[in-house]
């Protein structure tokens, strides 16, 4: 049975599957935002500042994440949380103290969660910390290492070194924790060779997740300004697609899958608050900088606490929201009530064009449910778009019944994902709004 304007009931098990995501009034997944680092990446365009060790901003900050929890908890917002992240900025710079008392916190409010990610740098990876986060009740760590070549590291801005990442990685794994870590490809210095090289360094240590970016100059960063205008033959396109092809290749010799465009895993080591992203769950994000998507259900839950948001225009199916808040300001002790905002409103077909972009990241595809979904809001809309991309070779229909990403597919996101969300073009301009 066809919806549209976010009314109407669903007709199949898997229709009925999604749907519950469209009408779940709490998050499936919570992102708390921590904006301190010991210094600036060159490439790095994330909210977060060089925070020197110790500086009482950092306990305040805290405290207000903590505070907000409570608020969240009491509205029922957190009652469904089944993963928890937290990310920056360098978590791990909090130290032992602080970031165990923050991972305890969330445990308090979410009950349920079953995988709790904290992400970490070497430098500040220290026993004390992997104790804390152990005690506390974190089940994985996210470790930036990006690469395992002294020269590239430095090139990067990056203050650890290739051996103080490998070590903190095995002590990781010897606490007992999921260990993730993050390298950047066409960077700066890299040839094949030491890309090879980081690869199997990493795989040697026998973590259980990779994930493998190409580097993206970001306007504003130090290091754009520092190529300017310059021909980079180390960030070509083709360099980029080469080297994310010999990830592929090694990690997969290894035993890793590939899950989504970015991201591998050993068997039962996929990230689940990674999947809660790209499969249409509602999440909420504290802290500056931070992001959160909630169904309208969701919004006016938050509004009853957050008298500064403002209604969501008719139509509303999704809400996409961003803390606006500084770090400083959420110090001061805000709570939700004086929280600023950036605001996106998403009709029903917005919010499924969207979700059918986010499902072509995934290895296993866009799930047949909600193709279904999709089916009857576009009608031969869908039809049209999924022979355009089968077309051109971006995507393929499985057996179960998923639009698949090819390689070609996975080299031309882009093109793959801009297909797909424009099957929402008729619809009108996403409204976009601020809180006050």
Avoid at 220 to 230: C, F, I, K, S, W
């Amino acid at each position: 049975m066809a919806r549209s304007g976010g009314e109407g009931l669903l007709s199949s098990d898997g229709d009925a599957a999604w749907s519950g995501r469209y009408r779940q009034t709490g998050a499936s997944a919570l992102y708390l935002h921590v904006p301190f680092c010991v210094s600036k990446c060159a490439y790095c365009d994330f909210p977060s500042w060089a925070t020197r060790h110790g500086d009482p901003l950092m306990a305040s900050y805290v405290e207000t994440l903590e505070g907000q929890l409570s608020e969240l908890r009491d509205l029922g917002l957190l009652s469904d949380v089944g993963c928890a992240y937290l990310g920056g900025g360098t978590p791990s710079l909090l130290g032992a103290d602080l970031l165990g008392r923050l991972v305890a916190c969330v445990w308090e409010s979410c009950p349920d969660v079953e995988e709790f990610s904290c992400e970490a740098n070497p430098e500040s990876l220290s026993d004390q910390v992997l104790d804390a986060l152990v005690a506390s009740g974190a089940s994985r760590v996210s470790v930036g290492v990006q690469s395992l070549c002294d020269a590239e590291l430095r090139e990067l801005g990056r203050v650890h070194t290739a051996d103080q990442a490998l070590d903190r990685l095995r002590a990781a794994l010897g606490r007992g924790l999921d260990v993730s870590a993050d390298l950047m490809c066409a960077i700066p210095l890299q040839t094949d060779q030491s890309w090879l090289e980081s690869l199997d360094g990493l795989v040697r240590t026998g973590i259980g997740h990779v994930s493998v970016y190409p580097l993206t100059i970001e306007e504003g960063t130090a290091l754009d300004r520092r190529v300017g205008d310059e021909d980079l033959a180390w960030n070509d396109p083709d360099v980029q697609a080469s080297r994310m092809g010999m990830a592929e290749r090694v990690l997969g010799e290894a035993g890793f899958s590939r899950y989504e465009v970015a991201s591998y895993a050993m068997p039962g080591k996929a990230c689940r608050h990674n999947q809660t992203y790209w499969t249409g769950q509602p999440y909420l994000g504290l802290g500056t900088g931070a992001s959160g998507m909630l169904t309208t259900l969701g919004y006016v839950a938050l509004g009853e606490i957050c008298n500064q948001l403002p209604p969501a225009p008719a139509g509303t199916e999704r809400v996409r929201l961003s803390v606006t808040s500084s770090r400083q300001e959420i110090a001061c002790g805000r709570g939700l009530r004086d929280l600023a905002f950036d605001l996106e409103f998403l009709t029903w077909r917005q919010a499924l064009a969207e979700d059918l972009m986010l499902g072509a990241r995934l290895s296993a595809g866009v799930d047949a449910g909600l193709l279904a979904l999709a089916g009857d809001a576009f009608g031969p809309a869908l039809d049209a778009c999924l022979g355009e991309v089968e077309g051109r070779g971006l995507a393929r229909m499985t057996e179960e019944g998923r639009l698949a990403p090819t390689e070609k597919g996975w080299l031309l996101g882009n093109e793959l994902y801009g297909l797909l969300w424009g099957l929402a073009s008729d619809d009108g301009e996403v409204k976009s709004g601020r809180s006050l």
